[in-house]
């Protein structure tokens, strides 16, 4: 029973995800063995071969040849093909920091594999931001219209949140690039590995410092989804204002027919369930970076099972889910139109120039900042009440009522061209960051620009876990494709 709903599940889901982790472990404490002649370089380089020979589809969990470990079934399978045998390796060894370095080398290329994903999300972003800096369309606070704004601003927006999210990825991924292996199963080992050698020939910046810590620590787990989890947050938060203005009451974007939906009831409904998967899925994230929380939370500090496999049981799901989620929504900003004279209709039904006026009635005629907020109020109230649309908005009403506050206003027809020409209201805006298309076009170069130095910090952290995988093959005389095919996450 043991065997059929734990160990079999663990190996199988080991030898598909994990097996060139292990296999690239296997080849550095080879490369161990024989710097401290406990075996021939010679035995090393056979080794090496041997361990390129694995495939997952050729390891089988059987209880008595291997106990159902993949640590035990790599072992296996290399010993029955040495000839003649290598009596000392493995000697002095824990599966305990193997199995805790497997763990965090295939977590790591994870990140990785999620950078990718994000990078290519956040370059769809920017690409649609770019195309639409001039379009005016209304902007919301409180579900409300608010002030003018274009789909570039709003989009630049979204592509800050991807540049943040990569650069706190980034960081997460330096922290936890320090290598357990050499640990020994809690309290280090008795034969001397070069524990800084190890972790650069598997990419790493460094050994984790402390032996127990390497074991029985998973705090990268959590970090990780952490990282997922704050990242979902605000991706369900942008997919909720395309939700919205998908619908026909906001009407301000629309998605080919191959990324909608029909009613089976009603006909003349084009609906977006795509938009509504995307945000569903950023739930999935949330609960999962709780469940290895909840997975480690009242455990002890040292190696165990519940921490090791359980409280990461579902890491790989997590990338999964958001690799997915960012596929779906970067083919939606890849096809996604938005309406432009629709966006304007909205803007011009609108009063969105209440702000400017208020401004300009302190700035041109002098009236108390708080006293000009009431009286452009009044103005935008009387004028709705009469059926007026901005556009027919009428000076000489802002006149009598500016006087009824007892304030004389010179150029009221000024004050009511100026603040009410949709325009004229996104080019007033003047500061850095602003909705202004100078600004937001000023913003997009620099995003652009980090953008591009991300990728290339991001392609230096692979590069180095790739340099130093080949490094391990040259230094055993071997060429192998095995390793390689993990680095960015291909081993899933």
Request: proline residues 4%; glycine residues 8%; aromatic residues 6%.
């Amino acid at each position: 029973m043991l065997h059929r709903e734990i160990l079999e599940p663990q190996f199988r889901y080991e030898a598909a995800h994990l097996l060139p982790w292990y296999v690239a472990i296997e080849k550095v404490l080879a490369l161990e063995y024989s710097r401290m002649n406990l075996i021939e370089k010679d035995d090393a380089r056979r080794i090496g071969s041997l361990l390129d020979g694995i495939t997952a589809e050729g390891l089988q969990a059987d209880p008595e040849a291997n106990y159902s470990d993949i640590a035990f079934a790599v072992e296996r399978h290399v010993e029955q093909r040495l000839d003649p045998a290598v009596p000392r390796w493995h000697v002095d060894r824990s599966r305990n920091d193997l199995q805790a370095c497997a763990q965090l080398l295939f977590g790591r290329s994870q990140v990785l594999r999620a950078a990718g994903a994000l990078t290519a999300f956040g370059r769809a972003a920017h690409r649609l931001a770019a195309a639409h800096t001039d379009t005016p369309m209304p902007g919301y606070t409180h579900l409300q219209s608010a002030q003018i704004i274009t789909p570039g601003f709003y989009l630049a927006a979204l592509t800050d949140r991807v540049i943040h999210a990569l650069e706190r990825f980034l960081t997460t991924y330096r922290g936890i690039d320090l290598c357990p292996l050499g640990a020994g199963a809690m309290a280090g080992q008795e034969i001397p590995w070069d524990r800084a050698e190890m972790a650069r020939l598997l990419g790493f910046r460094a050994a984790n410092p402390h032996a127990l810590a390497s074991v029985a620590s998973r705090d990268w787990v959590v970090e990780v989804t952490a990282e997922l989890s704050l990242a979902a947050t605000w991706l369900g938060r942008f997919c909720t204002d395309l939700m919205a203005w998908g619908s026909s009451e906001y009407g301000l974007i629309e998605l080919p027919d191959e990324l909608s939906g029909i009613s089976s009831a009603m006909p003349q409904k084009k609906n977006y369930p795509v938009l509504e998967r995307i945000r569903g899925r950023t739930a999935h994230l949330v609960s999962l970076h709780l469940d290895t929380v909840l997975g480690q939370r009242n455990t002890a500090y040292s190696n165990s099972v519940e921490v090791s496999k359980e409280a990461g049981a579902h890491v790989l799901g997590a990338f999964d889910t958001l690799c997915s989620t960012l596929e779906l929504f970067t083919t939606v900003l890849d096809h996604l139109r938005f309406r432009e004279e629709r966006a304007l209709a909205l803007c011009e039904r609108e009063y969105l120039g209440g702000f400017s006026l208020a401004n300009l009635l302190t700035l041109d005629e002098g009236v108390p900042w708080r006293r000009a907020q009431v009286v452009a109020g009044q103005f935008i109230t009387a004028c709705v009440e009469r059926g007026l649309p901005p556009a027919q908005a009428d000076p000489e009403l802002l006149r009598a009522v500016a006087e009824r506050s007892g304030f004389a206003l010179s150029r009221p027809e000024h004050l009511v061209a100026e603040s009410f020409d949709v325009r004229r209201g996104l080019l007033r805006k003047s500061s850095p960051g602003s909705a202004h298309p100078d600004a937001v076009r000023a913003l997009l170069a620099e995003q652009a620009g980090r953008l591009d130095e991300l990728d290339k910090e991001w392609a230096a952290c692979a590069g180095t876990v790739d340099a130093a995988l080949a490094r391990t093959d040259g230094l055993l005389g071997i060429g192998s494709q095995q390793s390689a095919n993990a680095t960015r996450g291909g081993a899933r």
